[in-house]
T-cell receptor, first 111, second 114 residues
Framework: EDQVTQSPEALRLQEGESSSLNCSYTVSGLRGLFWYRQDPGKGPEFLFTLYSAGEEKEKERLKATLTKKESFLHITAPKPEDSATYLC????????????FGAGTILRVKS | DAGVIQSPRHEVTEMGQEVTLRCKPISGHNSLFWYRQTMMRGLELLIY????????DSGMPEDRFSAKMPNASFSTLKIQPSEPRDSAVYFCASSFSGITGELFFGEGSRLTVL
């Protein structure tokens, strides 16, 4: 059973069409939830850390939120340059200091 | 500042050959991670080091895989002998100890084993 599940697998948006990506987790003893962006042929790039339910973080057109069971990455008025794979990862007591990554959501924004 | 530097960027080899991947972490970072990424399994942690000491190698798939960190500025991941199922992108990442969720990844080494 997957501990970290991301949905949808792929998302196509028109430029300016806001939407959300989901990351649900079933781990116990969450220490932190992390969002990364990965461009083709590159390594993942850190975006946000969330530690507790109710916490929110923002960066440009992106806002990440956290509940006890899931996290959302909201993308407001996306631009083509926001096209990438977005990965979430959890750090939990049951895994020590390791990050467990989800499979990612491939986002394509068309102009 | 230079980021995490990995070499080679691409490696094509034949089954049975030895493969060595190299990583130079960001100066001042004292945690180093080796990940493998495939379409089927996503990003998987193979091994991580803290202060040059291997802390958790439970993700290393089998004895054919080995990793070393002889000093704070260099690490290697070796596969011997290589097999076609080892084909993947291998990433090295580093971080400040204690902030282990915020990782800085290299650009990866794409390995193809024929």
């Amino acid at each position: 059973e997957d501990q970290v599940t991301q949905s949808p697998e792929a998302l196509r948006l028109q430029e300016g069409e806001s939407s959300s990506l989901n990351c649900s987790y079933t781990v116990s003893g969450l220490r932190g939830l992390f969002w990364y962006r990965q461009d083709p042929g590159k390594g993942p790039e850190f975006l946000f850390t969330l530690y507790s339910a109710g916490e929110e973080k923002e960066k440009e057109r992106l806002k990440a939120t956290l509940t006890k069971k899931e996290s959302f990455l909201h993308i407001t008025a996306p631009k083509p340059e926001d096209s990438a794979t977005y990965l979430c990862a959890v750090q939990a007591m049951e895994y020590g200091n390791k990050l467990v990554f989800g499979a990612g959501t491939i986002l394509r924004v068309k102009s | 500042d230079a980021g995490v530097i990995q070499s080679p960027r691409h490696e094509v080899t034949e089954m049975g050959q030895e493969v060595t991947l190299r990583c130079k972490p960001i100066s001042g970072h004292n945690s180093l991670f080796w990940y493998r990424q495939t379409m089927m399994r996503g990003l998987e942690l193979l091994i991580y080091f803290n202060n040059n000491v291997p802390i958790d190698d439970s993700g290393m798939p089998e004895d054919r895989f080995s990793a070393k960190m002889p000093n704070a500025s260099f690490s290697t991941l070796k596969i011997q002998p290589s097999e076609p199922r080892d084909s993947a992108v291998y990433f090295c990442a580093s971080s400040f100890s204690g902030i282990t969720g915020e990782l800085f990844f290299g650009e990866g080494s794409r390995l193809t084993v024929l």
